[in-house]
C-alpha cells in the first residue's frame, strides 16, 4: 500500500465515523481531490502537434471537395481555440496537457491557444492534349 493509499484509507474511516452530514461531505470533497492530485498526469502534446491535427482535417475536408463530382463545398476557415496546461520541460521545450472530461479544473489555471487555418486555392493545371 503507498502513502496515498494509506492516507485514502484514514480518510475513509474518519467519513464513516463522522456523523455530521456536511463534514461527511466535506471529507468526501477532500478524497476526490487528493484521488485527482495522484493520478496519472494528462497526455501532453506539443503545440506544433495539435495545430497539424487540425491541418490535417481541413485537408482531408478539401480533398474530399476536390474529388466530388458537381458543385463541391469546402472549408473556407477553421478558427480552433483549446484551453490546456501549458508545460515547459528541461530542454525547453513546450508540451499542452489536456485535462481530463471526468476532473475538476480551475478554469483560471489553462491558458488559452487560438489557431486560425485557412485554405489555400491550388490551380488545377489545364490537362494537355495528348
Do not use: C, H, Y
Not at 40 to 52: C, G, K, Q, R, W
Not at 68 to 78: D, E, F, N, R, Y
Amino acid at each position: 500500500m503507498t502513502e496515498i493509499d494509506a492516507i485514502l484509507e484514514r480518510l475513509e474511516q474518519l467519513r464513516q465515523r463522522t456523523k455530521n452530514r456536511e463534514d461527511k461531505a466535506e471529507l468526501g470533497r477532500i478524497e476526490k481531490e487528493l484521488r485527482g492530485l495522484f493520478k496519472e498526469p494528462p497526455p501532453s502534446m506539443s503545440p506544433l502537434d495539435v495545430a497539424n491535427a487540425f491541418r490535417q482535417v481541413v485537408e482531408q475536408v478539401q480533398t474530399e471537395a476536390r474529388e466530388a463530382p458537381g458543385v463541391s463545398t469546402t472549408i473556407k476557415s477553421l478558427d480552433l481555440e483549446v484551453k490546456a496546461f501549458v508545460q515547459v520541460d528541461d530542454d525547453g521545450e513546450t508540451a499542452l496537457a489536456f485535462p481530463k472530461p471526468d476532473v475538476e479544473v480551475d478554469a483560471s489555471a489553462l491558458s488559452t491557444l487560438r489557431v486560425s487555418f485557412g485554405a489555400i486555392p491550388s490551380a488545377v493545371p489545364p490537362e494537355q492534349p495528348g
